[in-house]
Nanobody, 116 residues
């Protein structure tokens, strides 16, 4: 089972940028699609972006053109570069394999707050 450790969150003003990182361990990283998810209070965790094993990517509509997901198979990492952030992007961001929670447990996540 994968384990994930997310980092890179913080407080940023609207229009700003943040870069999130996720360190994965415990599984055959290069064989699985990896994704970022986010959760806001009172809302179910939602999918944000996926990096497939062939390096194709896919994004939820609200972040398309602003977020960029990438994967580093050599170092077992997944990254999410977030540009032009808006308050609606506020939440706790998690990474996991696809489908989530099946091949790996959820980590602590990293808090992203867009305010100012």
């Amino acid at each position: 089972q994968f384990r994930f450790v997310e980092s890179g969150g913080g407080l940023v003003q609207p229009g700003g940028s943040l870069s999130l990182s996720c360190a994965a361990s415990g599984g055959a990283f290069s064989l699985f699609p990896m994704a970022w998810y986010r959760q806001t209070p009172g809302v179910e965790r939602e999918w944000v972006a996926t990096a497939f094993t062939d390096r194709r990517t896919n994004y939820t509509k609200s972040v398309e053109g602003r977020f960029t997901i990438s994967r580093d198979n050599a170092n077992f990492e997944v990254h999410l570069l977030m540009d032009r952030l808006s308050p609606e992007d506020t939440g706790v961001y998690y990474c996991n394999s696809v489908p989530p929670g099946v091949y790996g447990s959820w980590g602590q996540g990293t808090q992203v707050t867009v305010s100012g």
